[in-house]
C-alpha cells in the first residue's frame, strides 16, 4: 500500500484494546483521521517527503477537512542521515525516535524512526519491521512473549511467518516478492511442527481455564464430566 489510512469515527480518543496495538504519538493524537506513509526499503530523501506532503494536502482538501483533524506520519525502517534530519530541520521531541519539524512546510508532518522507538509492548508491533537487526528481534521477543496465545490464530501464523521469513530462512537478503498469505503460510507450518514436539499442557500454558471452558458449550462439558465420572467409579 501507498499509504495507510487509521480512521477513527465513534470514539473522541482510542480504545485501550487500540492503544495497545499503536506506536508512540499516533496512539497519542486527537485527530480523526491519521495518514501513515511507511518507507521500508527506500531511505528518506526529498521525494519520500515531497510524496508525503502531497498525500496529506490532497486528502485533506479532498475530504475538506480541517488541520486539526488529520495528523500525518512518515514512517521509516532506516534511520536516516544526520544531514537530512538537518535539511528538513527534523529535531528529536524528548520521545525515543519521534521527530517534529521547525520547517513551516514540514510541520504537519511527523517523522518516527522504527530503529529508535522505545522497547515498550505497544511498540513493538511496528518495531518488527525496523532495518536493524538487534531492533527486530527485540520486538519479536516481546510480541512472542506473555499474551501471544491469546492472539488470534492468524495473526500467530502472521508473526511466526514473519519471524521465520526474516531470521531462519534469511528473507531480507532474498530478492523475491512475498506477500501477507505467504508469511502466513510460512508460520501455519512453523507453528504446526513447533506444537507436535510439545505436551498438551505445554500448549495450554497462558489459558486460564474458563477461557477453555469457553470454547465449548454446557452440553459438551457435562457430556465429558459424565464420562469421567463413570471412569472413576470403575
Known amino acids: 500500500a501507498d499509504i495507510l489510512l487509521l480512521r477513527r469515527e465513534n470514539h473522541k480518543t ?3 484494546e487500540q492503544k495497545e496495538r499503536l506506536p508512540d504519538d499516533i496512539r497519542d493524537t486527537s485527530a480523526n483521521h491519521v495518514l501513515v506513509e511507511f518507507k521500508y526499503t527506500e531511505s528518506i530523501n526529498m521525494q519520500v517527503f515531497k510524496q508525503t506532503l502531497c498525500y496529506d494536502y490532497l486528502y485533506k ?3 475538506e ?3 486539526h483533524e488529520v495528523r500525518t506520519f512518515l514512517v521509516s525502517s532506516k534511520t536516516p542521515r ?5 535539511k528538513f530541520d527534523w529535531h528529536p ?5 519521534i521527530y517534529k519539524s521547525r520547517n513551516p512546510l514540514a510541520e504537519t508532518v511527523t517523522l518516527i524512526l522504527l530503529n529508535e522507538l522505545a522497547d515498550t509492548p505497544h511498540n513493538a508491533w511496528i518495531k518488527c519491521f525496523a532495518s536493524r537487526k538487534k531492533e527486530k ?3 519479536f521477543e516481546t510480541l512472542m512473549g506473555k499474551g501471544f496465545s491469546l492472539l488470534n490464530r492468524r495473526l500467530q501464523w502472521f508473526l511466526e511467518g514473519l519471524l521465520h521469513y526474516w531470521f531462519v530462512i534469511g528473507g531480507e537478503n532474498m530478492e523475491i516478492e512475498i506477500t ?3 508469511v502466513m503460510k510460512i508460520g501455519k507450518k512453523w507453528q504446526k511442527a513447533a506444537l507436535a514436539g510439545i505436551t498438551l499442557k505445554e500448549r495450554l500454558e497462558g489459558f486460564e481455564l474458563k477461557d477453555i471452558l469457553a470454547e465449548f458449550s454446557p452440553e459438551e462439558i457435562e457430556k465429558h464430566l459424565k464420562k469421567l465420572k463413570k471412569k472413576q467409579q470403575k
Not at 82 to 86: G, H, P
Not at 93 to 97: A, L
Open 14 to 16: 482510542w480504545t485501550k
Open 61 to 63: 482538501s479532498g475530504q
Open 65 to 67: 477537512l480541517m488541520e
Open 82 to 86: 544526520a544531514s537530512t534530519l538537518k
Open 93 to 97: 521531541t524528548g520521545r525515543p525516535g
Open 137 to 139: 528481534k527485540s520486538a
Open 180 to 182: 501477507p498469505d505467504d
